[in-house]
């Protein structure tokens, strides 16, 4: 039986059993089967967006507490993991394979997924074979030669004859230096290092990139606010990867029926609201408020007085205000 690759190592599990729940009332609440939720688990199968948002919500946890940090137990295993497959690669030869088998690709002018796709495997299966970090079985031979209009034989002469002319080896090189990166914290190959993550900041960066954080909701006549990513959504269409962008829930009572009443208003904290605007108005500074800060918000139709000073009018009751943080509103959606 082929062993399952670990694909997305988590916290998941630690954070389910700190909070007393068990796999089946996880699974039950997530809609997901038993054998998912073990599989996503142990880290052998993916989650979406969606999917993470909600386990996030069931557990109460925030999304960066989902991905492994350097000082994570299962950071260490997953580490081991990985170097002892890499150890067993490098003896049976699966890097000169998965190289070979990239130049093959590339002369016949293919992408992974076009490739993955052929040869009836997932993305993330087939890039591995093609960087050797995963082993090839049997039966996987066949359909990974057809996928290039190719035999076996023929596939496996082609790769033999580009590792004689050293057309591979500079191939090889690059993918351990890739790995590497991976795997030594604070190496300068590894990029972004949020908090100490050794896997975690990667994947955390890929995700966060089409998620929006959350800071506001209705308290009584205002909005609560907090610059916290515990609760986060995925961004609307034109919103992905933009700095800076975050959400609130309006009290629509306050806008009188102008902002509907189930949807997120998206405000821009790099853009100061004008004259005319429509503005989350805060009555901090935004700069500085902290992750444990609190403060209070309104929607406001941003005013000018006799004197050219801004202010913000609340429609329902009428009420002006006056704070040290506008936003511009950019986009408002329906949940």
Not at 64 to 69: A, E, N, Y
Not at 184 to 196: F, R, V
């Given at each position: 039986?082929?062993?399952?690759?670990?694909i997305f190592?988590?916290?998941?599990?630690n954070?389910?059993?700190?909070?007393?729940?068990?796999?089946?009332?996880?699974?039950?609440?997530?809609?997901?089967?038993?054998?998912?939720?073990?599989?996503?688990?142990?880290?052998?199968r993916?989650?979406?967006?969606?999917?993470?948002l909600?386990?996030?919500?069931?557990l109460?946890?925030?999304?960066?507490?989902?991905?492994?940090?350097?000082?994570?137990?299962?950071?260490?295993?997953?580490?081991?993991?990985?170097?002892?497959?890499?150890?067993?690669?490098?003896?049976?030869?699966?890097?000169?394979?998965?190289?070979?088998?990239?130049?093959?690709?590339?002369?016949?002018?293919?992408t992974?997924?076009?490739?993955?796709?052929d040869?009836?495997?997932?993305?993330?299966?087939?890039?591995?074979?093609?960087?050797?970090?995963?082993?090839?079985?049997?039966?996987?031979?066949?359909?990974?030669?057809?996928?290039?209009?190719?035999s076996?034989?023929?596939?496996?002469?082609?790769?033999?004859?580009?590792?004689?002319?050293?057309e591979?080896?500079?191939?090889?090189?690059?993918?351990?230096?890739?790995?590497?990166?991976v795997?030594?914290?604070?190496?300068?190959?590894?990029?972004?290092?949020?908090?100490?993550?050794?896997?975690?900041?990667?994947?955390?960066?890929?995700?966060?990139?089409?998620?929006?954080?959350?800071?506001?909701?209705?308290?009584?006549?205002?909005?609560?606010?907090?610059?916290?990513?515990?609760?986060?959504i995925?961004?609307?269409?034109?919103?992905?990867?933009?700095?800076?962008?975050?959400?609130?829930?309006?009290?629509?009572?306050?806008?009188?029926?102008?902002?509907?009443?189930?949807?997120?208003?998206?405000?821009?904290?790099?853009?100061?609201?004008?004259?005319?605007?429509?503005?989350?108005?805060?009555?901090s500074?935004?700069?500085?408020?902290?992750?444990k800060?609190?403060?209070?918000?309104?929607?406001?139709?941003?005013?000018?007085?006799a004197?050219?000073?801004?202010y913000?009018?609340?429609?329902?009751?009428?009420?002006?205000?006056?704070?040290?943080?506008?936003?511009k509103?950019?986009?408002?959606?329906?949940?």
């Amino acid at each position: 039986m082929a062993q399952e690759e670990i694909i997305f190592p988590n916290n998941i599990r630690n954070i389910r059993m700190k909070s007393g729940m068990k796999m089946t009332e996880l699974a039950r609440r997530t809609g997901l089967s038993l054998s998912a939720v073990s599989k996503i688990e142990k880290g052998v199968r993916r989650l979406n967006q969606k999917q993470l948002l909600n386990i996030c919500n069931i557990l109460g946890c925030k999304l960066s507490d989902i991905f492994i940090h350097e000082s994570d137990a299962v950071a260490d295993q997953w580490q081991s993991e990985i170097k002892r497959r890499l150890n067993d690669n490098e003896d049976s030869g699966l890097k000169v394979f998965g190289s070979g088998l990239r130049k093959i690709r590339q002369s016949r002018g293919k992408t992974i997924a076009q490739a993955a796709k052929d040869a009836g495997m997932t993305l993330s299966v087939y890039h591995k074979i093609e960087v050797g970090q995963r082993e090839v079985y049997q039966n996987e031979i066949e359909p990974l030669a057809k996928s290039f209009a190719l035999s076996v034989e023929n596939m496996f002469d082609k790769i033999a004859n580009l590792y004689k002319s050293g057309e591979l080896n500079k191939q090889i090189s690059k993918v351990k230096e890739r790995v590497k990166s991976v795997l030594i914290p604070g190496n300068p190959l590894a990029g972004i290092d949020m908090q100490g993550s050794l896997y975690g900041a990667k994947l955390y960066d890929s995700a966060r990139k089409k998620l929006i954080p959350v800071f506001g909701i209705p308290n009584g006549k205002s909005i609560a606010f907090r610059k916290s990513d515990k609760t986060m959504i995925v961004a609307p269409a034109g919103l992905e990867g933009r700095k800076g962008i975050y959400a609130v829930v309006p009290n629509a009572k306050r806008t009188d029926g102008f902002i509907p009443e189930k949807s997120y208003v998206f405000a821009d904290s790099e853009t100061a609201a004008v004259t005319g605007d429509l503005a989350v108005c805060i009555d901090s500074d935004f700069t500085a408020l902290g992750e444990k800060d609190t403060a209070t918000a309104q929607i406001v139709r941003v005013r000018q007085d006799a004197h050219g000073k801004q202010y913000g009018q609340i429609v329902s009751p009428d009420e002006k205000i006056v704070a040290p943080t506008m936003h511009k509103v950019i986009m408002i959606v329906m949940e």
